[in-house]
């Protein structure tokens, strides 16, 4: 069965700390994954998408990672501020259909001054 | 673009009431999808369509839900009669690509908030 399974569950840091978001998956065949970021009472934004090809990719102080063999990615968050504080979910796609798309829980973000 | 617009934000209503979801998604986007979310299951797929045909509906919970796209510039997504298990925020989003689409990004509207009583 398809899975995806992300951690920590929830995280609290410090303002401009950096942070480590994990994202486990057992998903197959693979096509893609996404990092969405998911403010509070809002609808999930688009932070990066990644191949297979793709080991790396960054958006402002956002980089996740990808090791496609190990079936593991990574969000990095580098000098976090207080707009971090958010829920942070991967998705992982094997398909076209609705069925390949397979959801994480999200890690819920919290950033102390 | 005022992005993708979703009403009404949020949603009361009787165990047993229809309740009718609406969205309008980006202009010239050809992929419209719901989705619902909760606590306990997370984000799921409902459906989604491309050029205003369902694609894949299997992530339809059962047949109380249906989704119609009559036109390029609006969507619903209908639940009747509604139960309290179907609580939750059901997003709309849409995209210029297919959920396997690798290049391109999915753009989510507000949400509504679903509270069946």
């Known amino acids: 069965k398809n899975q995806v399974e992300q951690s920590p569950q929830s995280l609290i840091i410090l303002e401009g700390k950096n942070c480590t978001l994990q994202c486990n998956y057992t998903v197959s065949p693979f096509s893609n994954l996404r990092w969405y970021k998911q403010d509070t ?69 919290i950033i102390q001054p | 673009d005022a992005g993708v617009i979703q009403s009404p934000r949020h949603e009361v209503t009787e165990m047993g009431q229809e309740v009718t979801l609406r969205c309008k998604p980006i202009s010239g986007h050809d992929y419209l999808f719901w989705y619902r979310q909760t606590m306990m299951r997370g984000l799921e797929l409902l459906i989604y369509f491309n050029n205003n045909v369902p694609i894949d509906d299997s992530g339809m919970p059962e047949d109380r839900f249906s989704a119609k796209m009559p036109n390029a510039s609006f969507s619903t997504l209908k639940i009747q009669p509604s139960e309290p298990r179907d609580s939750a925020v059901y997003f709309c989003a849409s995209s210029l690509a297919p959920p396997s689409g690798s290049g391109k990004t999915q753009y989510f509207g507000p949400g509504t908030r679903l509270l069946v009583l």
């Not at chain 1, 958006?59 to 990672?65: L, V």
């Not at chain 1, 979910?89 to 609705?98: F, L």
Request: charged share 15%; aromatic share 6%.
């Open chain 1, 41 to 109: 009472g809002r609808g999930p934004v688009s932070l990066t998408i990644m191949t297979f090809s793709e080991n790396t990719k960054s958006n402002g102080r956002y980089t996740a990672t990808l090791d496609a063999d190990t079936k593991q990615s990574s969000l990095h968050i580098t000098a976090s501020q207080l707009s971090d504080s958010a829920s942070y979910i991967c998705v992982v796609i094997s398909g076209g259909g609705a069925d390949g798309l397979t959801f994480g829980k999200g890690t819920h973000l």
